[in-house]
Antibody, heavy 122, light 108 residues
Framework: EVQLLESGGGLVQPGGSLRLSCAAS????????MSWVRQAPGKGLEWVSA????????YYADSVKGRFTISRDNSKNTLYLQMNSLRAEDTAVYYC???????????????WGQGTMVTVSS | EIVLTQSPGTLSLSPGERATLSCRAS???????LAWYQQKPGQAPRLLIY???SRATGIPDRFSGSGSGTDFTLTISRLEPEDFAVYYC?????????FGQGTRLEIK
């Protein structure tokens, strides 16, 4: 079964840092680009960042550029999101998501994790 | 950044009726790189349609997508009770992926 499992969320103070992880199973992880998508409480979906299957190409939303870093370890089938200089507006459920087409980095997402909550508050 | 505007914001219909949801882009979406998702409370989104009109695996054929350029439509031919949820469109044809604000489909 194809599965994504996020971890690492929690409560952090403004200006703090957090690293999210997403463990993948059931598919050839290195063949697919991955993304992080977030959803603030009661709000819509916001794409955060994407990374190619090899890890050689990365993309970021303007709202997180320079503060967040996406990476992956294909030997561990794990995706990461390092979040620095966190702000209250970063409070959201963070989902990792797998693209549906192997040859696209920016694509539709056919598999989503259950999400991990990040709360930025003093 | 391509802005996606969904309409209506809320759609009230009865089971068995036809639902038509709209997604309009602020500029042309290249290669019809447009997807639709369904989200129920407390759940992750579920991919319905990608490439504007291709159904994802396991999606019933009552769901269909159409459109190109800046205007896209998701149609649910006959609403089932489990179809009442929030629907989002997403474009992936530019260097920044964007989502629409969502359409809430509620039972009338």
């Amino acid at each position: 079964e194809v599965q994504l499992l996020e971890s690492g969320g929690g409560l952090v103070q403004p200006g703090g840092s957090l690293r999210l992880s997403c463990a993948a199973s059931g598919f050839t992880f290195s063949s697919y680009a991955m993304s992080w998508v977030r959803q603030a409480p009661g709000k819509g979906l916001e794409w955060v960042s994407a990374i190619s299957g090899s890890g050689g190409s990365t993309y970021y939303a303007d709202s997180v550029k320079g503060r967040f870093t996406i990476s992956r370890d294909n030997s561990k089938n794990t995706l990461y999101l390092q979040m620095n200089s966190l702000r209250a507006e970063d409070t959201a459920v963070y989902y990792c998501a797998k693209v549906i087409l192997e040859w696209l980095v920016l694509c539709a997402f056919d598999i989503w994790g259950q999400g991990t909550m990040v709360t930025v508050s003093s | 950044e391509i802005v996606l505007t969904q309409s209506p914001g809320t759609l009230s219909l009865s089971p068995g009726e036809r639902a038509t949801l709209s997604c309009r882009a602020s500029q042309s979406v290249s290669s019809s790189y447009l997807a639709w998702y369904q989200q129920k409370p407390g759940q992750a989104p579920r991919l319905l349609i990608y490439g504007a009109s291709s159904r994802a695996t396991g999606i019933p054929d009552r769901f269909s997508g159409s459109g190109s350029g800046t205007d896209f439509t998701l149609t649910i031919s006959r609403l089932e009770p489990e179809d009442f949820a929030v629907y989002y469109c997403q474009q992936y044809g530019s260097s920044q992926i964007t989502f629409g604000q969502g359409t809430r489909l509620e039972i009338k």
